[in-house]
């Protein structure tokens, strides 16, 4: 099983900053990395798949980039409701995994 | 649009059993594989099982392998999940998703929530 191990936990950061958050995997993914959003009693939303492609309707705010078994997703001016929880998710291999999550909360 | 309604959930005894069912709409059910994924309170995302759009192939969390059984039923545009033996570690609010090119989720349903506890 590949585990995704995602960094940091917690990010604190304001409204106009830019946020980075990493997503690592045990053994290599290639580009078969996704970025979901999830707030508070929702379902997760798709932001990214394929390592970099936005997902429709997403703002061109969120990009993600990466390949092999580091990757990342940059939100490159907070807006406030972007402040949630961000999962990375695999499908290299079967099982399909997710990375715990990292928290995106407002200073 | 792409409409995915789970339901079924409840309160359940360890030990017994729980049919979670996923209607859907909006999109050819059948050409799409579908999975499950459960979230515990507090905690992230558990991937449980997919099931192919034609039925054909089904892979399972090892969490869940023998316990849990996926299935579809593309005349109804419908998700199954049978679950048996159920543990209070399943405890979670189970999703149905759309997949993508066997890769990635692109659609999710608002959840239902499944209590084991005695």
């Known amino acids: 099983e590949i585990v995704l191990t995602q960094s940091p936990a917690t990010l604190s950061l304001s409204p106009g900053e830019r946020a980075t958050l990493s997503c690592r995997a045990s053994?290599?993914?290639?580009?078969?990395l996704t970025w979901y959003q999830q707030k508070p009693g929702q379902a997760p939303r798709l932001l990214i798949y394929?390592?970099?492609n936005r997902a429709p309707g997403i703002p061109a705010r969120f990009s993600g980039s990466g390949y092999g078994t580091d990757f990342t997703l940059t939100i490159s001016s907070l807006e406030p409701e972007d402040f949630a929880v961000y999962y990375c998710q695999q499908r290299s291999n079967w099982p399909l995994t997710f990375g715990q999550g990292t928290k995106l909360d407002i200073k | 649009q792409v409409q995915l309604v789970e339901s079924g959930g409840g309160v359940v005894q360890p030990g017994r059993s729980l049919r979670l069912s996923c209607a859907a709409s909006?999109?050819?059910?059948?050409?799409?594989?579908m999975h499950w994924v459960r979230q515990a309170p507090g905690k992230g995302l558990e991937w449980v099982a997919v099931i192919w759009y034609d039925g054909s192939n089904k892979y399972y969390a090892d969490s869940v392998k023998g316990r849990f059984t996926i299935s579809r039923d593309n005349s109804k545009n419908t998700l199954f999940l049978q679950m048996n033996s159920l543990r209070a570690e399943d405890t979670a609010v189970y999703y149905c998703?759309?997949?993508?090119?066997?890769?990635?989720?692109?659609?999710w349903g608002q959840g239902t929530r499944v209590t084991v506890s005695s």
């Open positions: 053994q290599s993914v290639s580009s078969y």
């Open positions: 998703a759309r997949d993508r090119s066997s890769t990635y989720v692109d659609y």
């Open positions: 909006g999109f050819t059910f059948s050409n799409h594989g």
């Open positions: 394929d390592a970099s």
